[in-house]
């Protein structure tokens, strides 16, 4: 069920999104199964299906919805799409040549299960995989050739050197380094608030939203991208691994964070600050989008 409008219940919108983000990722692999070879289809299929939030796709979905889009299957594969290339870049993060970590959303590492090698093979094939996804979803949206290669340039543009894997390679560079606040925010606003900017782009582009409002979800996506990160790194420093399904901790990392930085009561009050700023900009562009709203409180409210 979708929730939406004055009655906004944020429960019964995340269980009723993640619900059919979970059916949009089975498809997603069955589609999978039939093109790649098993012992790289069996790291991929645990890296996608093992859980987490799916904020990619409900922010994709989401937005898509508040620019007109329709609540159809081939909406949510477009956000699945996603979190394909979401799945890959945890699966190399993991490995033990980058983090060395064994747990994930409370569940073992792919590669302490499928071995180093197919996981790594299996996030590679995952990149092409999600362009592939994505360009279906729009065939299936009935979306017109502009509207697809959009949507695939953004895809592109977020996981790649000027985005995700430029951050990646940024917080590679930084450790054991201090790092200061416009540090922080280019190598954050690339790791991981350019595909969180890119999902709210991607389902806007595929409801025909104009270029204010792109410009507008833009705006909104780079503010809860950094908010996104900020509480990541509240939560590191204050849960312990088991609660947070996740080992190790950037600290054991020496990784500058924005705790570190700011001490945990002012990052709290960067995180809501930074909301409320994303929360303007929606309303500057003249988006009404409770749902969106109610994400980004999420955002700096969630336990995980
Ligand atoms: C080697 C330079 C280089 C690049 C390789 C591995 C990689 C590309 C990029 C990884 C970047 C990365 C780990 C981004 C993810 C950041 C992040 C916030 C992850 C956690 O996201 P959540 O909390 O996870 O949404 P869930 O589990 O809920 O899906």
């Known amino acids: 069920m979708i929730a939406d409008g004055a009655t906004l219940d944020l429960e019964v919108l995340l269980r009723g999104e993640r619900a059919e983000v979970e059916r949009a990722l089975e498809r997603a692999c069955a589609w999978l199964a039939e093109e790649l070879p098993d012992d790289l289809f069996q790291p991929a299929r645990h890296a996608v299906l093992s859980g987490g939030k799916r904020l990619r796709p409900i922010l994709c979905v989401v937005a898509h919805r508040a620019c007109g889009g329709g609540t159809g299957p081939a909406a949510y594969d477009l956000g699945a799409a996603i979190e394909l290339i979401h799945a890959y870049s945890l699966m190399h ?28 093979r299996a996030g590679l094939a995952l990149i092409p995989a999600a ?34 894997v430029g951050g990646q390679a940024l917080d590679l560079l930084g450790e054991g380094q201090s790092l200061d606040s416009n540090q922080l925010d280019r190598l954050h606003g690339m790791k991981t608030g350019a595909l969180l900017t890119a999902s709210l782009m991607i389902g806007g582009i595929a409801a025909g939203a104009t270029a204010g409002t792109l410009a507008g979800l833009e705006s909104f996506g780079r503010g809860i991208g950094l908010a ?52 303007g900009a929606l309303r500057d562009a003249q988006i009404d989008a409770p749902a969106l709203i109610a994400l980004a409180s999420y955002i700096v409210e969630r336990e995980k």
């Open 93 to 120: 993060d993991d490995l033990p040549c980058m983090d060395d970590a064994d747990l994930r959303r409370g569940q073992p590492t792919p590669h302490t299960l499928y071995g180093e090698a197919n996981t790594a």
């Open 131 to 164: 362009s592939l996804w994505a360009l279906r979803a729009a065939t299936d949206l009935g979306l017109g050739a502009t509207a697809s290669r959009a949507i695939v340039i953004e895809l592109n543009r977020a996981s790649g050197a000027g985005g995700m």
């Open 228 to 279: 996104f990160q900020v509480t990541d790194d509240i939560l590191d420093a204050t849960e312990v691994a088991a609660d947070l399904g996740k080992h190790p901790s950037d600290s054991r990392l020496a990784k500058s964070t924005y705790v570190t930085l700011y001490g945990l009561n002012e990052a709290a009050e960067k995180a809501r600050k930074l909301v409320e700023e994303a929360t």
